[in-house]
């Protein structure tokens, strides 16, 4: 990185804004082409900023109309541009500012600021979005009480929706204009700020919180969608529930308001009291959406609600304070889908994205830490690393400290910092004083990127009846962090006996760091430097270690347990994330094997006693949903992430190919039992209980179909046609799509018919095209591209095609380098006008220097072309730049 680049923001340059804007009061005046905006600004000199100053405020791509200081109109004093409005000397006392913008809504392709979705009027304002609205001091520490009058068509726009609670409304004399005053009484602030405005119809019910306020709730959804919101507003009242129940907290406004639109570039927004969402996580009903997609809306919903504590009550002082309010409230709604559904499924689900997502990005070289330390496009860092691995950190705290110390400090959290905008110092210090312990070595992994690698290693002496462990971390550099420290590394680990049995720890502690017998009563040892030697005795038979249970740590455990090791964890371990860990370890080791050397012959031996340990575990039954976790093999991105470098993607989808069909072979008289004794005439519900049944039902018919095309064909071609719900007849063409059969063909064609028309299906079945590992893939998606059904503008359509196949990793891969340009062509088409979804695009290159040298050397081609076209975004210019360096 050119560290002189002046458009890099520095984390250490941080400084307190030079003035305050107590209240701000917004009059908007909707309309399509030429929206108005006055805002009123009551400023005031900070008394912890800097005196003397001019006052400098944020804008983009704005109009202005005119100014006022103090109610008189400013003539001189001041100067302005498309991004930016300079009062040279402003006064030193309290004062107004009055700013006429102009915009235009209907030319907002960027989706960020006010725009248009369909026929309706919503804005997106994080992270710096308020200042394509009107110049303001577009950053978190601001915090500002706002009353917004938003004023519009009544026809066009009968409702008029902003933060906090309405207080008046009424029309325009002598027009065929109405308007409504919003008041939200909690400081906020600007990137919460939201609008809409549009002829929307909406779902309604009500909320008395533990103190006994009522809150009107309501979905706003296009008209005729509203049945399609009761899951959505069933998933909203429980997540009020039990953010008062887990944590104390209630809501605190008298209405709480939900909008979904169709055009959306991220999921959804937690803006004060009314929250925007893309529709495909508000509606559902059985036939439309999957048991993923309620699992989607329930998360989701939970998630923006949650951030009422946790991002808008407490919010971030800067935004390298990101993972303080995304990281948390992650882990809150990880912990309220818990203890809605099952919690080892959950942890299960959790490890896999974190894995996937996160664990790829710390491999590559957009690495970077959970609170980075410069950037210079804040949008580039809503990344996994912020989320996932910042989830990952309060969980191990709470770990290492104790539930009963985690609580105590996160009530302390909300009392303490409530309506501040906070840093991860103000975080911890919380939990420093709720537990009595010196958190500064913990939050060493906020600073520190990389994935840390855990070495246990083991040896049993059966005369001393010991076993000793040697336990040593490391973690590999990143860029711009070449040398790493020892981090504190919380190994939940238990000693299971031969017989299956769990066995006490009893333990030696070597003299360098002596371990507390408090630990380990605790089931938990904690690394804190490079190594640590613990004996462990009293132990008449050999054990087979039980390490990382839970996932105590976002780490990745090399451990040398036997294949026998890894069947007996798979069959006897008391902890699920163990059990599943083994089958996944198992399953990589010959998987790895087979792409690394495809023609030195099948491993039939290893195969054969992989398979078996699956056999007894899905003859023993158990909860479903698991055993379909068991069963589904690591992913293709997975292994090649294992492999590290020289990756050949075709080499790797074939292995996996093999092996499904031999999972699919050695097990097929139980799936087929299971596929049969799983149907249910029951009607759908998307309880989680029910999700596992059809989950393990569905894992049965692919793998049979892998196995054996000829019988499994029929079976899904049978399924497709008379499912009663979207969950299982999307599996079924799924399965379908696999197969070089006409029933593909037919049953894609059938599934158009069924559902053109209605985009969020229409999606499924666009993103199935694009992913499907045939060669004729890439012109299949570009045949789709013309159709009416698609469209560039719409993120959905986008990410359901174009990501599609941008997921691909065969095709995206392809050895002739058609997948990477034609990517590359389309973020560079995009990137004009949507760079947030151009973006996302670009991410599958993260991985490029992984592949094969033809491979890399085609990935970096394309990357340097479009490094090279001289108008990129700063947001494609920056992860370009960095992807290259
Ligand atoms: N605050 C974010 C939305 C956001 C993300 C705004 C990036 C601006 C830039 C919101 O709380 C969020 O995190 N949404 C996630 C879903 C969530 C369940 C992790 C999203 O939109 O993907
Ligand atoms: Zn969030």
Partial sequence: MRTEDPQIIRLVDYRPPDFLIDRMSLDIKLDLKKTRAISRLSL????????????????????????????????????????????????????????????????????????RSGSAYCTQCEAEGFRRITYFLDRPDVLSIYTTRIEADRAEAPILLSNGNLVERGDVPQSNRHYAVWHDPFPKPCYLFALVGGDLGSLRDTFTTMSGRKVDLAIYVEHGNERRAAYAMDALKRAMRWDETAYKREYDLDVFNIVAVSDFNMGAMENKGLNIFNDRYVLALPETATDADYAGIERVIAHEYLHNWTGNRITCRDWFQLCLKEGLTVFRDQEFTSDQRSRALQRIADVRTLRAQQFSEDAGPLAHSVRPDTYREINNFYTATVYEKGAELVRMLKVLIGDDAFSRGIQLYFERCDGTAATVEDFLACFEA????????????????????????????QDAKTLSLELSQETPPTPGQPDKKPLVIPLAIGLIGESGTELPLKAEIDAFDGASAAELKRGLIELTSARRHIVFRDLGERVVISALRGFSAPVQLVQSASDEDLSLQCAFDPDPCVRWQAAQTYATRLLVAAARA???????????????????????????????????????????????????????????????????????TELLRLY????????????????????????????????????????????????????????????????????????????????????????????LQATMPHPGTLDRVRGLMRTEQFSMANPNRVRALIGGFAANQRQ?????????????????????????????????????????????RLAEAMLRRIQGVASLSPDVRDIVDRSLA
């Fill in 44 to 115: 005031r000199p900070n008394p912890a900023g800097r005196a003397d100053v001019p006052l400098v405020l944020d804008g983009d791509e704005l109009v202005l109309l005119g100014v006022k200081l103090d109610g008189e109109p400013l003539q001189e004093c001041y100067s302005v541009t498309a991004d930016g409005f300079t009062l040279a000397a402003p006064p030193r006392r309290n004062f107004e500012l009055e700013i006429e913008t102009e915009l235009d809504p209907s030319a907002n392709t960027k989706l960020m600021g006010l725009y």
């Fill in 598 to 668: 495809p023609a030195s012959g099948r491993n039939h031996s290893g195969i054969a006693s992989f398979t078996e340990a699956l056999r007894k575990a899905v003859s023993a039954g158990g909860d479903p949903a698991f055993t379909a976790q068991l069963l589904t093999l690591p992913s293709e991105t997975d292994i090649a992430r294992e492999i590290g470098d020289n990756v050949d993607p075709d080499a790797i989808y074939d292995g996996r190919q093999r092996l499904r069909a031999d999972v699919g072979r050695a097990l097929s």
């Fill in 812 to 856: 995206f891969n392809a050895p002739d380098g058609s997948g990477y340009d034609f990517i590359g062509e389309c973020v560079l088409l995009l990137d004009p006008k949507n760079p947030h979804v151009a973006v996302r695009l670009l991410s599958a290159f993260r991985t490029w220097r992984m592949m094969e040298p033809r491979r890399c």
């Fill in 676 to 767: 049969r004794d799983l149907a249910s005439d029951a009607p759908y519900s998307p309880d989680a209980a029910s999700a596992g049944r059809r989950a393990l039902r569905n894992t049965a018919l692919d793998l049979l179909t892998s196995a054996d095309e000829a019988a499994g064909t029929p079976l899904a071609r049978a399924q497709f046609d008379t499912a009663s719900n979207m969950t299982d007849r999307i599996a079924a063409l799924t399965v379908l799509c696999l197969t070089e059969s006409a029933a593909r063909e037919d049953a894609l064609e059938e599934f158009y018919k069924r559902y053109a028309g209605d985009a969020l299906i229409i999606d499924k079945w666009l993103s």
């Fill in 434 to 461: 709720s537990s009595g312990r010196d958190l500064q070595h913990f939050a060493l992994w906020y600073e520190q990127a990389g994935t840390p690698s855990v070495t246990i290693a083991a040896s049993y002496d």
